[in-house]
């Protein structure tokens, strides 16, 4: 445990020296946040806390992006090989990153929720208890995630590559940019196999309709569920070494790490209950729109 | 005298189609400075990365302190120290910073402000690792392997492509651990680093250990001959070097002739006399006393950089 928290020290110390991290961590989130309450919200208070769910959501994953990307280069530059002479085990290093993004990524957090409700006069706080809840568990799944996708890439290019892909999966199939209620049917069913979905439902939910950590449970159990499978997975295929060759079962264990959403995509397929949720979520969206008189043109 | 503190018993590794390892032994006894000797790709590296755990040997033993580097995980790791030959710190961590991180993951600590006096760092602690020239980088890698106050410290290649000026530094560093009667196994491809530090060597040539002893030893094997290393201004074919008076052996590499020879004077004014009737021109000529170098050329053939 002595080891996971210094390196989790170490971690947060590199981060805040980092221009790059503060660009993509604070500052890009925020030029989404006013380009969305802008341009999506048109300036309409009502819809600040559903676009905060988004923005949010968008903000938890990136723990996928920038995870992935510092362990293959500290791969790449052989800063891995030099820890693994030290006594430390896979399970420190990774859950060092992991504890490490958490932390820098409530700061984040917080200053969106403030943006909102004093910038852009969002209604409520939102129930905070389930954001944090979600946040929590949600910025541990998807940097365990991260850490899979670097395990199994070998270069920089495969992985931005890699992540590129499954990136857009996730903005664009969560609900997070694009309302999955106004998605075909079928899409919206492949959505629920997406674990991004589970995030951008429940912080949506939690910021805009107020909904209770326990409300918002089954979201909570789905990406708990994913985390605990993606780091024992990400722990499996954690390779110090840059040489050291993916191994052959590798794509059964990606597999593996899939397993939780894919159980719980087909729950909610079966019973249709996150399918109503996610229109009730819209259409109280689109009620409070056509309930409120459009801001003056100027 | 005890068991061992490294054992290396018919180590053979493989990548791929390269065999690496050939059934490399030796044994490095307690407070020794134990070098392998050899050009690039000889297998150092892979040995001294199996005894460091890091590698896993397809066939025979490693044993470290008596344990087996390979399984023996943290309890192993806690007392070692290892300069490895390539690698790296975050850009943005400080000097001070990476030997307080290093030292915080080991039971046992040495006191990390007297590791930096010690390696010169004082000034540098709270330098970025990405502005330390190479030399102090190497410094750091050397006080990062002390961190926990080893018992074995393993340094591969650790003046590698260093200024003779920070080269000669680390040879202090290292004088120092073996005052200090820490058990060494450096792995270099410079005579004078083996012949100088070590107090044993084994000369590692295609995976295999072609000669091991005392620097002294080993020299004495090569029969205490002289290396004459002359250019001449055209090129002989007919073998004239081999037949002058003392010459026990002459290759040519790159354009140098390479002679060893028992008696030097004798030797040096017959060639003269030959290269005068041959209508030839003698345009340097330099003489060593035995080295380690003549060691490799006699049982290899080659020279160590090739």
Known sequence: ?????????????L?????????????????????????????????VGYILGAILTTTVMGSFWGLSVQLVTFREQGILRRFRLAPLGAGPMLASSILSNYFLVIP???FEILVCRWAFHMQSWGNLWAIFLLVTVGSATFSALGLI????????????????????????????????????????????????????????????????????????????????????????????????????????????????????????STTGNRLNRIQQNFQTLRGRAMSMPMPPAH | MGEPVIQVENLFKSYGAVEALRGVSFA???????????????????????????????????????????????????????????????????VKEALELFARFYHRRADTDKLLKR????????????????????????AMALVNDPEVVFLDEPTAGLDPQVRREIYDIIEELKREKKTVLLTTHYIEEAERLCDRVAIVDQGRVIALGTPRELKRSSAGKTRIEVRLARPLTNGMLAGLEGVSDCREFDGTYVLHSARPPQTIVALVKQLEAEGNELQSLEMFSPSLEDVFIELTGRRLRE
């Open chain 1, 15 to 47: 981060a805040m020296r980092n221009r790059a991290f503060f660009f993509f961590s604070l500052v890009m989130p925020l030029i989404f946040l006013f380009g969305a309450v802008t341009f999506l919200g048109r300036g309409r208070k009502e819809w």
């Open chain 2, 119 to 142: 390696f010169q760092l004082d000034e540098k602690r709270n330098a970025f690792y990405s502005h330390l020239s190479g030399g102090q980088k190497q410094r750091l890698a050397l």
């Open chain 2, 28 to 94: 490095v006894e307690q407070g020794e400075v134990f070098g392998l000797l050899g050009p690039n790709g000889a297998g150092k590296t892979s040995t001294v990365e199996i005894l460091e755990g890091l590698r896993t040997p397809d066939r025979g033993v490693a044993r470290v302190c008596g344990l087996d580097p390979e399984k023996s995980g943290e309890r192993f790791k806690e007392k070692i120290g290892a300069v490895l030959q390539s690698t790296s710190l975050p850009d943005k961590l400080r």
């Open chain 1, 1 to 13: 445990m002595g080891g996971t928290w210094t390196l989790t020290k170490m971690r947060v110390r």
């Open chain 1, 149 to 268: 996708v670097a395990s199994v890439t070998n270069t920089m290019q495969e992985t931005q590559m890699i992540n590129n892909l499954i990136w857009m999966g996730f903005l664009f199939l969560s609900g997070a940019t694009i309302p999955l209620a106004i998605f075909p049917a079928w899409l919206q069913r492949v959505a629920l196999f997406i674990p991004a979905q589970y995030l951008a439902t429940g912080l949506e939910s939690s910021a805009a309709k107020m909904a209770t950590g326990y409300e918002v449970l089954e979201d909570v159990a789905a990406l708990l569920l994913g985390l605990f499978v993606a780091f024992e997975v990400s722990r499996q295929l954690f390779r110090w070494e840059p040489e050291a060759k993916v191994p052959r079962n590798a794509k059964l264990w990606v597999l593996a790490a899939l397993v939780p959403f894919l159980i719980f995509g087909a729950w909610e």
């Open chain 1, 108 to 110: 984040v957090v917080v």
